[in-house]
């Protein structure tokens, strides 16, 4: 089984509409992190969390929220979905003990109409 | 602030072919950097690391140098093979908080037979 796990792995939605993207790691990790990847420009930091009571804003969390319901989980809510947010979203994690690498999941492709 | 440039693809080459992909890179102190490639379908594989200046990071047949002098990180492979076509993303990581990468935009290869 994958060590970093998000649903789900695609999804469309209407402007609008409140969306959730989860993810779950079985690394034991105590730091995850959500990105966003867009075409030509690479992987931008939405929101980042070093365990669950300390949530960060990235370079990129407007529209976004977060929220860290146990170590091993880390959702991300579209509140009010809107066309610019159809993108590819990565969940990630890393270890302070070893934080140089960072394990991603295999990605949620949202489209939003 | 920091930043990271990698060449824009995509690189097309045949089997066999030696592979460059340039990574230069903007930051204060001394990052690590790092070399993150993308499968199909996939989320985001750590390949090579380099943790201070003249590291030599080297995996799977690919080998990158943290060269300080001309701030650069450049990927390299002597002979690319089909199972090799991707995308890779360069990546640094500033001195001070390790948890925040800057990817660089991608670079798209795809190896012909």
């Known amino acids: 089984d994958a060590d970093v796990t998000q649903t789900p792995r695609n999804r469309i939605t209407k402007t609008g509409k409140r969306i959730m993207l989860e993810c779950s790691q079985t690394?034991?990790?105590?730091?995850m992190y959500w990105y966003r990847q867009d075409p030509g420009l690479g992987l931008r930091l939405i929101y980042y969390s070093f365990d669950v009571k300390d949530i960060n804003k990235g370079e990129i969390s407007d529209g976004y929220s977060v929220s860290r319901q146990a170590q091993a989980k880390f959702s991300l809510s579209l509140e009010s979905a809107i066309p610019n947010q159809t993108a590819l979203y990565f969940c990630a994690t890393s270890d302070r003990r070893s934080s140089y690498e960072q394990y991603f999941g295999p990605g949620t492709r949202l489209t939003v109409t | 602030g920091n930043s990271v440039t990698q060449m824009e693809g995509p690189v097309t080459l045949s089997e066999e072919a030696f592979l460059t992909i340039n990574c230069t890179y903007t930051?204060?102190?001394?990052?690590?950097l790092f070399w993150y490639v993308q499968y199909p379908g996939e989320g985001l594989q750590l390949l090579l690391k380099a943790t201070k200046a003249d590291d030599k990071g080297s995996n799977k047949g690919f080998e990158a140098t943290y060269r300080k002098e001309t701030t650069s990180f450049h990927l390299e492979k002597g002979s690319v093979q089909v199972s090799d076509s991707a995308v890779y993303f360069c990546?640094?990581?500033?001195?001070?908080?390790?948890?925040?990468?800057?990817f660089g935009t991608g670079t798209r290869l795809k190896v012909l037979a």
């Open positions: 990546a640094l990581s500033p001195t001070s908080g390790t948890y925040k990468y800057i």
């Open positions: 930051a204060t102190g001394y990052p690590s």
């Open positions: 690394k034991g990790h105590d730091r």
